[in-house]
């Protein structure tokens, strides 16, 4: 799992470099990335459970994401997109693409509906992290107002 983790630091590292990110985001973006892989990997070796392990690591992208976004004062995008890229479903797409070229409604359908799903997945997983940050800055906001007053 190590070894698969530091490929992924490499590729999100590639990713990052293609897209401009510079300086510490760019070593961040990637270790962000890196250490996705390897929750999704851990997570789908004790779970066996492939949609429960792009949610849980996605999710984990997202709060990594936000805490660094503050940490160094950058856009989350910078890290939430470097920190998911390894867990997207590009193989599903391309089989789901080449199923429905074919033919084969059934495996369109079947290997569609994974795809989406997975999609879906990493979406809720992002969201969730994103919404409860804003949740907490909001709470923390109104305790700091409370206080001036």
């Not at 999704?40 to 984990?60: I, K, Q, T």
């Not at 990594?64 to 160094?72: C, K, N, V």
């Not at 391309?94 to 059934?106: D, E, H, K």
Request: glycine share 8%; proline share 1%.
């Amino acid at each position: 799992m190590l070894l698969k983790s530091l490929y992924s630091f490499l590729a999100t590292l590639s990713f990052g470099v293609l897209f401009n990110i510079k300086g510490k985001n760019l070593l961040f973006a990637s270790l962000g990335g890196s250490l996705t892989w390897y929750i999704y990997l851990a997570v789908l070796n004790y779970s066996n459970y492939n949609l429960f392990a792009l949610f849980a690591s996605s999710l984990f992208a997202g709060i990594y994401s936000e805490i660094f976004a503050r940490i160094l004062k950058s856009p989350v995008t910078t890290f939430s997109v470097c920190s998911i890229i390894t867990l997207v479903p590009g193989g599903g797409m391309y089989y789901t693409m080449l199923q429905s070229v074919q033919g084969n409604i059934n495996m369109f359908l079947s290997t569609g509906l994974d795809t989406i799903s997975s999609a879906g997945a990493i979406a809720v997983g992002i969201l969730l992290a994103s919404s409860i940050t804003k949740v907490i800055v909001f709470i923390h906001r109104i305790r700091k107002t409370s206080r001036q007053n």
